[in-house]
């Protein structure tokens, strides 16, 4: 019996003196020697992939969905949903920012990114003539009468949102660079004056959006600024 009272204690202190020079090296002050860790673990948790399966989160999935009416930051929000009435509403409510109207380089920035997104189906000089017609169908000229009479505000919408064939450009085109198209646009049609919109309080975004709108709009880091919402 006290043979194996005396292995149990020869064992244990066998263990102490092996943790402790584990602890010693671990703790070592020498900063050429490499550091041990316990369980690692415990201090650094295996991160997830963002596509992978995750049993911890809801529906299994590590990348989770926002939570409803939050808003990522640099996110501009357009309180307009898609469609001629919310387009007739943002020719009403939106009008060309300040700031923008002022800015020198306008003119240059709005003819390079009208000659980028819009040239190949509007064509050069905005008359529909663009090199994808007519393979593709042939867009109404921005020239004509009705395209000088839609006020910025829903030019503005159209591009957001696209109309007929023409899909939404939001994720091209920033939302102050938007405007700049459309001020190239309107020289482009001889500098005419876009139709006055009247001058009116804008109205609540529809409900069940939280008060945020409708929907999020790209980043824009590069190009934010004013939504240009009338006040």
Known sequence: MSGARTAVTRLALGLAALGALASG???????SQPRYEYVPEMIDSVAYESFTANPYLPGGRTMQ?????TV???????HYGPGPEEAARAGRELVLPPAIAADKGVA?????????FCFPCHGRGGEGDGPVIPKFPTPPSL??????????????????RGQGLMPSHAAQVG???RW???MYVRSLQGGGAAAPAP???PAAPPAGDGGLGVGLDEPGAADGGDAGVQP
């Open 175 to 177: 939302w102050n660079d």
């Open 108 to 116: 240059a920035r709005g003819e390079h990114l009208f000659q980028t």
């Open 25 to 31: 090296a671990a703790c070592s002050s020498d900063p």
């Open 180 to 182: 700049k198209i459309i």
């Open 72 to 78: 990522a930051r640099g996110q501009q929000v357009l």
């Open 65 to 69: 969905p926002p939570q409803p009416g």
């Open 199 to 201: 001058e009116v309080v």
């Open 143 to 160: 020239l004509a009468a009705h395209a000088r009479g839609l006020p910025d505000g829903q030019l503005f919408h159209i591009i957001s």
